[in-house]
């Protein structure tokens, strides 16, 4: 792979490939953008089918990174890694403290936390050989409740701007993916008066959200073709593409995975078919906004973190109307605010 030829490059500063031979490690560090500070985001474990592919994923998902932190006014740049295998058979402390090490020799520029397939446990024996982690037990903790949070709010202001109401009582959701953000998203759903289709590989996270908040379990395939209100990607990213555009009957897409257009112009079509769509970094930011207050110099406030969070109903609020108005697709919109704050500063 030529990797400065690569689309999703985008004039990244760093892309670090790392390696260790007797804990296993495979990995790529990320680090997209420091304008606004040092790149944070979180490291993903995944298995995936080959190098290439996890390649792209560092690099869409490390520019994400930066956008997001720059939307929700973190001084943060963007950044992002990957750990390539399966994370139930290569999993060990060895190989955690391998990766601590690689990021304690990027001084620095980059820090990390949790992602898919990464838990606080995970970070802290990173932690054992490096200080740039974050998201830490004891501190900020598990981001995943804040990200659920600000899904479950950009969810509202989505229906606020497209049906003048925030009332989700018998508003239908095929929440798709049922890892711990979509958990607690479904869990605020329910909660709320939502109807909940669900779908995962993981039989075992099927079966939690059926008991606990009476939803209806599909196919991984059905997920697309219900005749639901709102569409919520909760898995990995590019599952609004050409083959299931045609197929989405919801009249809007929101939902805490990382990169759901498959391609930008997806965002211009499901536009012109009259689906809103909350661009994922702005919606899921919640996780990283927790993270941002563990190292506020006055000390970790989960209050303060939640009312920051909240903030992502206002700003989804801006996005959406300025859509409206230029007729632009909502992911554009959210890339141009983003660009300026990098630009200008926060």
């Known amino acids: 792979m030529a990797v400065f030829n690569q689309v999703d490059f985008d004039n990244h500063e760093q892309v670090v490939f790392c390696s260790d031979k007797e804990s296993g490690l495979r990995a790529i560090i990320a680090v997209h953008n420091t304008n606004l500070g040092p790149a944070v985001g979180g490291c993903r474990m995944w298995d995936y089918a080959s190098d290439d592919d996890a390649v ?7 520019k994400g990174m930066t956008y997001k932190n720059a939307v929700a006014r973190l001084p943060f740049g963007g950044g992002k890694s990957v750990i390539i295998g399966n994370a139930k058979e290569i999993k060990s402390e060895q190989l955690f403290r391998a990766f601590g090490r690689q990021l304690e020799r990027l001084n620095g520029s980059y820090y990390s936390a949790e992602d ?14 490096t200080n740039y982690v974050l998201g830490l037990e004891g501190k900020s903790g598990n981001p995943s409740p804040f990200t659920a949070y600000g899904t479950f709010l ?17 508003i239908k959701v095929a929440v798709q993916g049922l890892g711990a953000v979509a958990y607690s998203l479904c869990k605020y759903l329910h909660e709320a008066g939502a109807t909940l ?9 099927i079966d939690r959200v059926v008991n606990d908040f009476a939803a209806t379990a599909v196919s991984i395939d059905e997920i697309y ?8 990607p909760c898995a990995l990213g ?23 257009l498959a391609e930008s112009r997806h965002g211009e079509i499901i536009r012109k078919k009259g689906i809103l769509y909350a661009p994922d970094y ?12 563990e190292t506020a110099p006055e000390g970790y406030s989960a209050e303060a973190s939640n009312k920051h969070v909240e903030g992502i109903f206002n700003t989804l609020t801006e996005i959406f109307a300025r859509s409206e108005k230029e007729q632009k697709s909502t992911h554009l ?10 630009k200008n500063g926060l």
């Open 56 to 62: 792209v994923d560092a690099l869409r998902l490390s």
């Open 225 to 232: 073709d219900l005749d639901v209100d709102v569409y919520a």
């Open 116 to 129: 898919v397939n990464i838990t606080c446990g995970d970070v802290a024996i990173m932690n054992k050989e």
């Open 333 to 342: 919109i959210a890339d141009e605010l983003a660009q300026e704050i990098i």
């Open 282 to 293: 702005v919606i899921n930011a919640g996780g990283i906004i927790n993270v941002y207050y």
């Open 197 to 205: 289709f669900v779908t995962d590989i993981n039989q075992v996270a």
């Open 154 to 170: 950009g969810i509202k202001a989505a229906l606020q701007h497209q049906r003048g109401h925030q009332d989700l009582t018998g």
């Open 238 to 260: 590019a599952t609004v593409n050409d083959a299931t555009i045609a197929r989405i009957k919801a009249t809007i897409i929101a939902g805490c995975a990382n990169n759901q």
